[in-house]
């Protein structure tokens, strides 16, 4: 799948008008939603998934998840999780899998007991017990089967590019939505330096920071690696630019620390696999990403009234430092090290950890953290699973050392499971794409010129 000019400044004016029909529209978004899932099981099913069709479906899905969640356009809530793991199930199906891919079959091998120890332990007569339970393993499970079939599977650099656009497109939909959603005044909306809804589409900030900072690292890499015309390296300036800023003012940290950190992880690789010609190149991006990141900082530090630097200071309005570094979630995190600590075998079970909270509480409170969650809920099970996913991509490291964008999607991955768990598709499906081989062919280059 190869994107023109023409063709590619198409598909950014398409994604605008879809967030300004979803905007403007009820129930577009339900329409837009379900034309997602039938056109890709369309061209998976016409192709045969001939040309690893199913990447592009799910990483669309994926792309479009926190749009489709804010906006009341998902099928069910959790179907953007459910829909990676059906094109990807269809894709072993049609191209199969690598039979090396052992450690990921352990890793869900590993998951099982503890779903059956929360059927044990869940409380039977205040929760749905199949519900909860799907609802808490379905993040998990997706990683799992993308990770089965990204496994070591060949790709072309061309195409992890054209991936990562699929996925940045949706996120251009939600980036004008939230544009005509906010007040153009979003001083009339901040109330102080805490996650702000009103800024965030009236979703949650936290997921949609996590979109806006993928977004933004999908498009500044384009920018920086693959505009090869000034028309492109224009455009992908002013999305990743708009998507950056927007990032900011949900004043949420995680996600936008994550996409920015996601983008110094790339120039390096790529520098340091750069002869000397692209080095130089390389110092003006560096340059000019640094100079544009300032900008958009002090253009937000003035349309907020300086919120935003208390806000990543961690300070109220007023100039206090606030008690919590994390809002919390490290009081959180120390309850699901102290469950695992007097359970250190195999855990509590699957979704236990929320139920232990609302019982000592009194309040309903979901773990933030994957990796203190995986200890809780299934013990030292959960620290083997863990030794799994972060060793395994290293070790195909060091046999595929082509792949630029592999130590960006695992910290994504790391970064986002540390203040956003896996409530999203995102961090299953991006860890995955960690796993496959890229290679370079004779035609396919980093683009650092323009013409």
């Not at 796993?435 to 013409?451: G, S, Y």
């Amino acid at each position: 799948m190869e994107f023109k000019d023409k063709n590619y400044l198409f598909l950014i004016l398409l994604h605008a008008l879809i967030g300004v029909l979803v905007y403007s529209i009820p129930g577009f978004s339900k329409l837009y939603g379900f034309s997602i899932l039938f056109v890709s099981l369309y061209f998976i099913i016409k192709t045969r998934n001939r040309n690893n069709e199913v990447l592009y479906a799910a990483a669309y899905i994926v792309g479009s998840e926190v749009f489709l969640r804010m906006t009341n356009g998902n099928i069910s809530h959790e179907f953007s999780k459910y829909g990676v793991m059906l094109f990807l199930s269809m894709g072993m199906f049609y191209s199969g899998f690598s039979k090396n891919a052992v450690p990921y079959w352990i890793y869900l091998i590993l998951l099982i007991p503890g779903v059956i120890i929360a059927t044990y332990t869940l409380n039977l007569t205040t929760v749905d017990i199949r519900k909860t339970i799907m609802f808490n393993i379905s993040g998990p499970l997706c990683l799992g089967f993308a990770s089965l079939y990204c496994y070591n599977r060949k790709i072309s650099i061309g195409e992890i590019n054209n991936i990562l656009l699929v996925m940045g497109l949706p996120i251009i939909a939600c980036t004008i939505y939230l544009i005509l959603y906010t007040p153009s005044d979003i001083k009339t909306v901040l109330t102080g330096t805490g996650s702000n809804a009103e800024t965030s589409g009236g979703f949650g900030p936290n997921q949609v920071s996590t979109a806006l900072g993928l977004g933004m690292f999908i498009f500044f890499a384009r920018v920086m690696l693959i505009s090869r015309t000034k028309l492109l390296f224009a455009t992908n300036l002013i999305i990743a630019v708009l998507m950056t800023y927007r990032g900011l003012i949900t004043f949420s940290r995680g996600g936008v620390i994550t996409g920015f950190l996601m983008l110094i992880i790339l120039l390096y690789f790529v520098y340091i696999n750069s002869k000397y010609k692209g080095k130089v190149k390389l110092n003006y991006m560096i340059v000019l990403t640094g100079l544009l990141m300032l900008g958009i900082w002090f253009y937000t530090e003035s349309k907020t009234d300086g919120l935003i630097s208390k806000r990543y200071q961690n300070k109220d309005a007023l100039g206090r430092v606030k008690g919590s570094n994390f809002t919390g979630r490290e009081e959180i995190a120390a309850s699901e090290i102290n469950a695992f600590l007097d359970n250190p075998f195999f855990g509590i079970g699957v979704a236990k950890g929320t139920e232990l909270r609302l019982e000592q509480t009194g309040e309903v409170v979901a773990s933030h953290n994957e990796i203190t969650r995986l200890l809780c809920e299934h013990g030292s099970l959960g620290a083997l699973i863990l030794l799994i996913l972060f060793s395994t991509p290293i070790f195909l490291y060091l046999d595929n050392k082509q792949n630029i964008y592999l130590f960006c999607f695992l910290i994504f991955w790391l970064l986002t499971i540390n203040h956003a768990a896996m409530r999203t598709a995102s961090p299953s499906f991006i860890y995955a794409l960690s796993l496959l081989k890229i290679q370079f062919k004779q035609d396919e280059e980093v683009a650092l010129h323009r013409e």
